[in-house]
C-alpha cells in the first residue's frame, strides 16, 4: 500500500500522469509514449494486472481496425476528385462574398466531414479557402478557423464521423454492452452542428481575427530584405556559365539562392535550366543581405536597390509559381532538417521563408533548420510540382494558386469515382442495417476499393496515418488498467461524493466540460479512454443512465476547440491563417461552453438521464 492506495493504483496513476506530460509538452511523440506505455504496463504486470496479450490488446481492437479501414476508404473518395470538384463548384457560386464564402465553407464542410475522415477534408479546401478569399480581399484567416471547427462538428453526425466515436463505441460496448449505432446519435449531431454553425456565422465571425493580410505573402513573411535582383554584367565571370551550376555553387558557398533568371521578356528557373547565363541577365536571389552582398562582390555582379521583389515577381505564369504549403504531423520530413529533406531536389522547390506555430520567422540558414509539425513553408517551384503536391500527404497545399478554382471545374472525375462512392455507401448500409458489424464492413470496402482498381495496394497502405494507429493501440490498455488496478472505482467514489451535492445533469454537465478540457492537451481519443469508464461507474452509483454519460463524453472529445493541438485540423490551419494560440481559446471557449449547454439538454430530452 501507498498513501492507503494498492501499488498497482499508484502505478497507474503516476503513469497517466507521465503520459498526459509528456503529450502536453511533445518532448517525445504522442505515438511513440503510448508505445512506451504498453510497454511499462506489461513490465509491471504483476501490480497493473496487464498481460502481454492484454496490453497488445490495442492492436487487435476493433475500433483500431475500423479506424485504419476508414483512413483507405477516405482515402478512396479523395482520389477520385469528387470532393475538389465539389468545392470548387461551390466555391465558383460563392466567390467575391466573405458571407457566401463562410455559409459554404460551414455548410459543406460539416456534412462532408460526417461520413469521410476530416483531416483530407480539410485539406482539400484550405488552398480553395485561401485562393477565394485573396480573390475576394478577405484575410483568410476569417475564414480557415471555422473550416476547421466545422469539420470537427461534422464528426458528431455518424459513427464513422471521427476515431473518438469508433473508440468510444468499442469501450461502450465492452462497459454497458451497448455500442453505438451508425445514425444513432445523428440526431443529437445535426442540433450541434446546427447551433455550432450558427455560432461560427454570427458570434464567431466576430471573434476569429483577420491575423493574415490579403496579398502579398512576401509581405506577410517579411522577406523583402532577404530577396533583390542583381544584374550580370559582360565582365563577370558567370557569364557563359550554366545557370543550374551557379545556382548551385551560390547555395552551397554562400547560402544563397538563385530564383530565376530574367533575360529580356523571358523568365526561367536557374536551378532547373541547362542554359548559360549571358550578359545583362537580372538574377532574382535569396539571402542574408550581408550573404547577397558578398554574391556580388566575388561574382562581379551589380546589385539594383530599386528592383523591389514582391509575389508578382516571383509568381511568374510560365515558369515560377509561388506556393505556401503547411507541414502536417504525419508527414515523413518532420524532424528532418530542410536539406536532409532535400526538397530541391525532390520537388524542383526552393524555400524562401519557414514560419514556426509559434509565430517565428525563418528567412536564411535553411539547410540546418529542423522540419517541424505545423510549420508553414513559403516555397518557389513549377506548376508541375504544385499539380503534384496537391496529390500528396507529405504537405498541405494552403497558399494562393492563380485560377486553381478554374483548374478543378475542367479537370475531369476520375472512372473510379461511382465505384468509390458505391463502396462507402455500400460500406454505411452494411453497418447500419446490422448485417456485419462495421469492423467487417469496413475491412470489406478496403479489398473492394484495392479490387476495383479505386486504389493500389500501395495506395492504400499509404493512406494510413500510422502514428494515430500506434496512438489508439498504445492508449486503449491504459483504460483496461484503470478498471482492474481500481483506479475507475477510486474515482468513481470520489465523483459521487461531489455529485450528491448537485443534481445528476449538473453531473453529466461536469463530465462533457471535463472531457473536453483534456481533449484540449492531450488527444481526444485519450481522454476518451479515461474519462468514459469513470463516467459509466459513476452514472452506475448515482443511477442515471450510463448511455447517456456515454454520449456526454463522447461528444465533448469532439469538441476540443481550444488550442492548436487538441485536433490535427487545428493545427492544419494554424500555419496559412497566421493564428496565435489565444485565438483559439477567444473563438473556441465560447462555443464549448454554448455546446455544454445543448449538449446536455440534448441527451437529457432524447435519451433521458
Known amino acids: 500500500m501507498i498513501f492507503g492506495l494498492p501499488v498497482g493504483t499508484v502505478l497507474v496513476f503516476g503513469l497517466i500522469g507521465l503520459t498526459v506530460v509528456l503529450f502536453v509538452t511533445e518532448v517525445v511523440p504522442p505515438d511513440i509514449v503510448a508505445i512506451g506505455l504498453v510497454v511499462a504496463l506489461v513490465v509491471l504486470g504483476p501490480w497493473t494486472g496487464i498481460s502481454p496479450e492484454e496490453g497488445l490488446s490495442g492492436f487487435s481492437n476493433p475500433a483500431t481496425v475500423t479506424i485504419l479501414a476508414m483512413y483507405v476508404l477516405s482515402k478512396g473518395i479523395q ?97 454497458i454492452d451497448h455500442p453505438f449505432g451508425m445514425f444513432e446519435f445523428t440526431s443529437l449531431g445535426v442540433v450541434v452542428l446546427v447551433v455550432g454553425s450558427a455560432y461560427l456565422l454570427t458570434v464567431g465571425k466576430a471573434l476569429v481575427p483577420a491575423r493574415v493580410t490579403p496579398g502579398d505573402r512576401t509581405a506577410q513573411y517579411e522577406v523583402h530584405e532577404y530577396l533583390a535582383r542583381v544584374l550580370v554584367p559582360a565582365r563577370s565571370p558567370l557569364v557563359d556559365v550554366s545557370a543550374a551550376d551557379v545556382a548551385d555553387d551560390a547555395a552551397r558557398d554562400l547560402d544563397v539562392d538563385i530564383l530565376d533568371v530574367l533575360r529580356g521578356d523571358q523568365h526561367f528557373i536557374a536551378a532547373d535550366s541547362d542554359r548559360a547565363l549571358e550578359a545583362r541577365d537580372i538574377l532574382t536571389v535569396r539571402g542574408a543581405p550581408e550573404e547577397i552582398q558578398r554574391f556580388c562582390d566575388v561574382a562581379d555582379l551589380r546589385y539594383l536597390p530599386r528592383a523591389t521583389v514582391g509575389d508578382d515577381e516571383l509568381d511568374n505564369p510560365t515558369e515560377g509559381t509561388l506556393v505556401e504549403l503547411t507541414v502536417p504531423p504525419a508527414s515523413s520530413v518532420v524532424g528532418d532538417t530542410i536539406g536532409e529533406a532535400r526538397l530541391r531536389e525532390r520537388y524542383d522547390a526552393t524555400v524562401i ?104 495496394p500501395s495506395d492504400a497502405y499509404d493512406s494510413v496515418n500510422w502514428n494515430v494507429i500506434f496512438l489508439l493501440a498504445g ?78 463524453v463522447t461528444f465533448a472529445a469532439s469538441t476540443a476547440f481550444m488550442t492548436p493541438v487538441g485536433y490535427q485540423t487545428n493545427l492544419m490551419v494554424y500555419g496559412p491563417g497566421g493564428y496565435r494560440f489565444t485565438d483559439y481559446v477567444r473563438v473556441g471557449a465560447p462555443l464549448q461552453a454554448l455546446l455544454t449547454v445543448v449538449t446536455t439538454a440534448g441527451i437529457v430530452l432524447l435519451w433521458g438521464l
Open 79 to 175: 482520389e477520385t476528385g469528387v470532393v475538389r470538384r465539389l468545392g470548387a463548384e461551390v466555391a465558383h457560386v460563392t466567390r467575391g462574398s466573405e458571407t457566401r464564402l463562410l455559409i459554404a465553407v460551414v455548410g459543406l464542410t460539416g456534412p462532408i466531414a460526417g461520413v469521410i475522415n476530416n483531416t483530407p477534408v480539410v485539406a482539400v479546401f484550405i488552398p480553395m479557402v485561401t485562393d477565394l478569399a485573396e480573390e475576394a480581399g478577405v484575410s483568410p484567416s476569417k475564414l480557415l478557423l471555422p473550416l476547421s471547427y466545422a469539420s470537427m462538428l461534422g464528426g458528431t453526425l455518424t459513427l464513422i464521423g471521427t476515431a473518438t466515436n469508433l473508440v468510444a463505441s468499442d469501450l461502450s460496448a465492452s462497459l
Open 475 to 552: 492508449v486503449i490498455p491504459l483504460g483496461l488498467a484503470m478498471q482492474q488496478t481500481g483506479g475507475v472505482e477510486l474515482l468513481g467514489t470520489g465523483v459521487v461524493a461531489l455529485a450528491d451535492l448537485v443534481p445528476a445533469v449538473v453531473t453529466l454537465a461536469a463530465f462533457y466540460v471535463l472531457t473536453g478540457l483534456l481533449a484540449n492537451v492531450i488527444t481526444p481519443v485519450a481522454s476518451v479512454v479515461l474519462l468514459l469508464p469513470v463516467a459509466v461507474d459513476t452514472a452506475g452509483r448515482i443511477g442515471a443512465e450510463p448511455f447517456a454519460f456515454v454520449l456526454a
Open 353 to 456: 521563408a519557414v514560419r514556426r506555430r509559434n509565430g517565428d520567422l525563418i528567412r536564411e540558414n535553411f539547410g540546418a533548420t529542423v522540419i517541424e509539425a505545423g510549420d508553414s513553408l513559403l516555397m518557389q517551384t513549377t506548376d508541375e510540382t504544385v499539380d503534384y503536391l496537391l496529390e500528396t500527404d507529405e504537405f498541405v497545399v494552403t497558399g494562393e494558386i492563380a485560377d486553381l478554382v478554374a483548374r478543378e471545374r475542367e479537370r475531369e472525375l476520375k472512372p473510379t469515382t461511382l465505384p468509390a462512392i458505391g463502396i462507402v455507401l455500400g460500406v454505411i448500409a452494411l453497418a447500419a442495417l446490422g448485417v456485419v458489424p462495421i469492423v467487417i464492413a469496413a475491412l470489406g470496402g478496403v479489398v473492394a476499393m484495392v479490387v476495383t482498381g479505386v486504389l493500389s
